[in-house]
């Protein structure tokens, strides 16, 4: 029994599931109906939606190539007309060409008939050239290259004496407008600029309250005096001038230790060849200070920083030397004024113009002595202190020795020339005086033709006179110029000098 049920429980589970399998393949296959249909409904409808869109595609490209089509019929038929307009003109220009041609066929066939009428009449004046200058040669008697040279000759001669009179008339002109605007500046630098005229001697007189005091600076059979002298260099003068004693020496630091040291021993009263040793000694250094002070003291007047020490001690030397008479401190102090006033005057830079002309001659105080002029001497020592080129340029070419390569450098060597050249501010020594003159009147006399010559106005003016027979008036001229330049490049002069040529003629007769 319980096997019969068990095997129609089995029986029931497999018809179940047949009949489970058989519902489950009908609704299967119901749904796979109903998805084939509804794609094919989509499809139909994506296949219509694109048959749209293709179609408007296409009518949108025709539309377009239509339209592109009508653009390029049009530009094909302006192009042919401009070909057919092109044509035309060609045709036309073809036409006036062959024309042309025709026509200058012609004219050349007339040019080279007037040609060879023209090569025929060049022939025939030649001959007739030829025949006259025959004529003339044998009229004049003198070849045509004869007379050639001689119009050359008197055509050259013509064409100097115009050149050089234009040349003057343009040189004088210019020479006017120059000295004037150069005097404006000059007149206005130094009326800015004032200082005292001193002249600075070789000696200095030592006042004494009585005679007695030379006794003991004489000392014991001289002892004192020659102590004195070879402490300080200086040669110590005492004769019967009543309460005075001379002091001489070129170098006037010495001359200001001699007086010093002299000063300290008469009011200590103890003079003796020890004791002046110390004195001297301490007076030294006393002056060796009040150089440096001297110098920095300068420097602050003049608005003139940065310098180096060794610059400033020199300047401060200056106090003590002199050049020709002038002193040389008081030289550098205007020359640099004159140079600030005369580069501001000219639109350049005034303290550079300042510096430069402050410490222009720090050659002639320079402790080493070598061969080399004082310019040269102060360019080097300039450099060797760190100054700028412009500024070492200016004090070496102050003098000519050396190119100017800056524009301070011809405003330096003018105001040095002003400074040095103003009435009273230099004395010369007579033998050069009278060498300065004798070679200005040697150098005139050494050109031909001139009779004699005058230094005047302590050798400012050379008056030349010269043979009215031997010089003409245009030669007058160049030879005032020869003179001027050939002076300028042999000689050293304070100033300027003038050239004056004479030339007079003189007819004498006697009546009896």
Known sequence: MELLDIILIIAAFVIGGGIAIGLVFIIQNLRSKSIIQTAKAEGEAIKKAKLLEVKEKYLQLKNEYEKQASSRNSKLQSTEARLVQKEKQL?????????????????????????????????????????????????AGLSAEEAKNNMIESLKAEAQTAALAYTNEIMEEARMNANKEAKKVIIKSIQRVASEAAIENAVTVFHIDSDEIKGRIIGREGRNIRALEAATGVEIVVDDTPEA?????????????????????????RIHPARIEEIVAKVTKQIEEEIVEIGKRTTIDMGVHGLHPELIRLIGKMKYRSSYGQNLLQHARETANLCAVMASELGLNPKKARRAGLIHDIGKVADEDPELPHALLGMKIAQRCGEKPDICNAIGAHHDEVEMQTLIAPIVQACDAISGARPGARREIVEAYIKRLNDLETIAMSYP????????????????????????????????????????????????????????????????
């Not at 045709?91 to 060879?116: A, P």
């Not at 025939?124 to 040669?137: F, G, S, T, V």
């Open 245 to 269: 004693i001379v002091l001489s020496a070129f170098d006037p630091v010495r001359r200001e230790i001699a007086r010093l040291s002299l000063h300290q021993l008469v009011q200590d009263g």
């Open 449 to 512: 033709g001139v009779q004699k010559t005058y230094a005047i106005q302590a050798g400012r003016e050379l008056r030349v006179i010269v043979g009215a027979d031997k010089i003409s008036d245009q030669e007058t001229e160049r030879l005032s110029e020869d003179i001027a330049k050939k002076i300028q490049d042999e000689m050293t002069y304070p100033g300027q000098v003038k050239i004056t040529v004479i030339r007079e003629v003189r007819s004498v007769a006697v009546a009896k």
């Open 91 to 139: 045709l036309s220009q073809e036409e006036s060409i062959i024309k042309k041609e025709s026509e200058i066929e012609h004219l050349k066939t007339t040019y080279e008939g007037q040609l060879e009428i023209a090569e025929k009449k060049d022939q025939e004046l030649d001959r007739l050239h030829h025949q006259a200058i025959e004529k003339l040669e044998s009229v």
